[in-house]
């Protein structure tokens, strides 16, 4: 791929018209969702997601998600079932992703050969307004190199991606901070939680009126056979410096180490200290969990310990991502 130089666009009519019509040219663009940004390209043609592949280093065997505008449009690109109307009426637009069995249309670059796709409809209103204007499904896994952590800036993007696309929309920082939650509804008699994301497991559960199952981190296996959903690998959203999770981070013994508290410590502050967020808010710390992993990776520390998140919910997927991060 040619060495380029990625340009910021902001979200003016003019712009998103721009962008618009190069999407629809079989071009790539970094796109802000309120999850993480994402790197899209149209999702029905094979070679645009080709560079999207290309780009961010990813295996073929690793399948994007198809952004959709409107429920109305997922039968368009998946064969939907009476529980996947049910959460998409409750949850879109929203941070939700479903497996589910894929139609013809959908290239099987987007599917990593498989028969089922990733589909979600995002919130973030800018990729909403672009989503109408291209009139296409759009595949977008993050924006970022494979495996590193994902990017929730503009700036992130160009960061990671600057010589591998033109065109970066500008959203501002992700509401949301984390992935979309990956659920499986390709059996709606047995829904299973993939990821865990800003949407609860008991929310699923309670908007279905059935248990829903989750997929251990145990169980994510690395390898080159096809993954069903993206999000599978046991390492992933990585920092280069060496990450060790903890329940409860103690004193910092090491200057030469950063140490990453959920909430910000009473004692005095030190230049090898960070926090995910001041009050101790689990909102907060998805939403700058990203940002304060890569600020830290940037310093030269020689290992980075971190605190995982207290309690469920939202805090499953800060500490997933976490422990993803660590593995090796």
């Not at 998600?65 to 690109?77: A, E, G, M, Q």
């Not at 030469?256 to 001041?278: E, G, Q």
């Not at 520390?301 to 997933?320: K, M, W, Y």
Request: charged share 25%; with cysteine; aromatic share 6%.
């Amino acid at each position: 791929m040619a060495k380029v130089s990625a340009r910021i666009y902001q979200g003016t009519t003019r712009n998103l018209r721009l962008l618009a019509r190069r999407l629809k040219a079989g071009d790539i663009v970094g796109v802000p969702t309120e999850t993480v940004y994402g790197l899209a390209a149209n999702a029905l043609d094979a070679r645009a997601c080709g560079k999207v592949f290309r780009a961010k280093r990813r295996p073929l065997n690793d399948p994007l998600i198809v952004h959709i505008s409107s429920v109305s449009d997922l039968s368009l690109v998946a064969k939907s079932n009476e529980a996947a109307l049910l959460l998409a009426r409750e949850f879109w637009p929203g941070p939700l992703t479903m497996i589910l069995p894929k139609q013809p249309v959908v290239p099987p670059i987007v599917s990593a050969g498989g028969e089922s796709v990733a589909v979600r409809a995002p919130a973030h209103p800018l990729f909403r307004r672009l989503l109408r204007l291209v009139g296409l499904p759009l595949a977008a896994p993050s924006a970022n190199p494979f495996g590193y952590v994902s990017p929730t800036t503009a700036q992130h993007v160009r960061e990671g991606l600057g010589k591998n696309l033109r065109y970066i929309l500008d959203g501002g920082p992700a509401r949301i901070g984390v992935e979309s939650t990956i659920v499986d509804l390709r059996d709606p008699a047995k829904p299973c939680v993939l990821r865990p994301g800003a949407i609860s497991r008991e929310q699923l559960a309670a908007a279905l009126g059935r248990k829903v199952g989750l997929l251990a981190h145990a169980a994510r296996k690395p390898g080159k056979a096809a993954q069903v959903s993206p999000g599978l690998l046991a390492r992933h959203y990585s920092p280069k410096t060496a990450v060790i999770v903890y329940r409860r981070l103690g004193t910092p013994m090491e200057s030469r180490d950063a140490y990453i508290y959920f909430r910000r410590p009473s004692a005095p502050r030190k230049t090898n200290v960070f926090w995910l967020d001041r009050e101790g808010q689990v909102a907060g710390a998805a939403r700058r969990l990203f940002s304060v992993l890569r600020d830290v990776d940037q310093q030269g520390f020689r290992r980075i310990h971190v605190e995982l998140a207290p309690g469920n919910g939202l805090s499953l997927a800060i500490n997933d991502r976490l422990r993803r991060a660590a593995a090796r």
